[in-house]
DNA sequence: CAGTATCCATTTCGATACTG
DNA sequence: CAGTATCGAAATGGATACTG
């Protein structure tokens, strides 16, 4: 294993980033994740011991810096590390118009879920805190229900209820929210299938879609869709 | 091994890519390869029942197609297989700019000739047959000596003298040659160091960089040269 | 030309539990 | 918070030889 004997760049860059889950690390750290436990949640199928073994290679091999703090320790990508980003976009892109349509064995509502926390556009919404309460009556118990609070300083995802008052509580099956999530299927055709659904006041139901922003692959054109 | 289990569609297009040899065998077949053993040429270190078995994975996944011709199996990309060309591109890039110089264990004569055969520019070339003789001093006995026979039909590679009249003799060492195709020396500077020499006529001496097209990533920009 | 067949050493990873 | 420790099951792939 290692080395394909090739003086190609292509293999050379592969050497390095064909291990599994290693680009999924880049592709966390690139979205901005810094401490271990955040980066975990990126990969939650990924065990600990792996990850580690995983950032100390990126480490040495100059994609990943690594710093300590007084309580804490940070990674960051290097110069090298953040022009994967062109990497990862070209497969992000790729992925979508060519991989079959998501099945159930790549649903994960952790995932998603902190997916979809980091990505609300705190200038879109409404100043003081906003509350979003999920539910996914087909995820198991712990991962059924879900609040991101919201305020000016940032977003926080919660499993358990903060107590909160509740601005919007949207509902759908783990498949339905990932699909839009990812682009598969539109918001809005979503909500009038019924397949999700939102209670709230009617100005806050026509705002929400502009405080969740979707992945950054949902706008990708996809030239299998409809076939 | 598999799925990550995630709906990113990084981690889905990772899914496939990641195996071992598989952006490799799909670098051959952008190059152009499209015969069983041309592919295994260009990736000599590969053994053909694993080259069997990614190209049966690369089809099922919609990425190449198979066409049995009456005494010749063909190997072709699909529109999803042709749109990895930016994987590959990106890829090469980022390996040219950060992956460190090449090392011994990278370097293989077998490829070397291959990818120096396939890419010389015939347009370039006198009409007629040119034979263009390669040695590489310190490879071992059986990749020592190479002849590239081009002609307006295209361009061949033996590993055994055809017997024809030598247009030119290239010598230099196997990483000498290697590191001016990737670009990371010069051809005239490895000239006049002396690591590169040529035997032939002073018009032929001074056209024979225009004949050999060097890697599609030698004029890759490198933040590190000279460091 | 275009693959099969065989075989095992090695690796690799996932799961889980634990720690300063 | 930021990792280690341990373990075994699975698979991966390298080497080599052979075939219609």
Chains 1, 2 share one sequence.
């Not at 999924?24 to 199928?45: Q, T």
Request: hydrophobic share 40%.
């Amino acid at each position: 294993m290692g080395s394909y004997g090739q003086f190609c760049p292509v293999a050379r860059a592969m050497e390095l980033l064909d291990e599994r889950w290693t680009l999924l690390v880049v592709r966390e750290l690139l979205a901005g994740s810094r401490h271990f436990n955040d980066l975990r949640r990126g990969v939650p199928r990924m065990s600990p011991s792996l990850l580690t073994k995983r950032l100390r290679t990126l480490h040495d091999a100059g994609v990943v810096e690594r710093h300590e703090g007084p309580n804490s320790v940070t990674y960051e990508l290097t110069a090298a590390g953040r022009e994967l980003h062109h990497v990862v976009e070209a497969l992000g892109i790729w992925g979508t118009r060519w991989m079959p349509e998501i099945g159930d064995h790549h649903l994960d509502p952790r995932l998603l879920m902190w997916d979809l926390h980091r990505n609300v556009d705190l200038e879109a919404m409404p100043d003081g805190r906003t509350v979003l309460e999920f539910h996914l009556p087909d995820a198991k118990p712990r991962a059924r229900d879900w609040w991101v609070v919201a305020d000016d300083e940032g977003a926080d995802l919660c499993d358990d209820d903060p107590g909160y008052e509740i601005t919007a509580r949207i509902e759908a099956s783990l498949e339905t929210l990932s699909r839009v999530w990812i682009g598969e299927i539109a918001w809005d055709r979503a909500v009038r299938a019924g397949d999700l659904r939102i209670s709230a006041p009617d100005h806050v139901r026509r705002q929400l879609p502009t405080w969740l922003t979707l992945s950054h692959f949902a706008s990708v054109d996809r030239p299998m869709a409809g076939v």
